[in-house]
């Protein structure tokens, strides 16, 4: 069974950090990109940063360049979002998301689509 399980988030100081993680289970993992996402109320569901299978490519939407990285470490089966210089528009309900994508350096396009399997979401709230 394909699981998706998602861990950190909270509520941090405009300026902080926060660090998500998803963890992987069921399916060869680095046979997958994996994406983060993220959706604030009443606006659409945006990609955020997206890897691919191997870690060597990867696609971060022009408004956390510079203060969000994507990694991952397929030996743990795990994909880490760090996030720094937090703003509170970064508030949103984030998600993690895997897909199979061709060609395998294509990242850009699943942030812009999405993915075919979903963690459960975590809520991340900036503000003072």
């Known amino acids: 069974q394909l699981q998706l399980v998602q861990s950190g988030g909270g509520l941090v100081q405009p300026g902080g950090s926060l660090r998500l993680s998803c963890a992987a289970s069921?399916?060869?993992?680095?046979?997958?990109?994996i994406g983060w996402f993220r959706q604030a109320p009443g606006k659409e569901r945006e990609g955020v940063a997206c890897i691919s299978e191997s870690g060597g490519n990867s696609y971060s939407t022009e408004s956390v360049k510079g203060r969000f990285t994507i990694s991952r470490d397929n030996a743990k089966n795990t994909v880490y979002l760090q996030m720094n210089s937090l703003k509170p528009e970064d508030t949103a309900v984030y998600y993690c998301?895997?897909?199979?994508?061709?060609?395998?350096?294509?990242?850009?396009?699943?942030?812009?689509?999405?993915?075919?399997?979903w963690g459960q979401g975590t809520q991340v709230t900036v503000s003072s």
């Open positions: 998301a895997a897909s199979r994508i061709f060609p395998v350096t294509n990242v850009q396009a699943m942030c812009l689509s999405g993915g075919d399997y």
């Open positions: 069921g399916f060869t993992f680095d046979h997958y990109a």
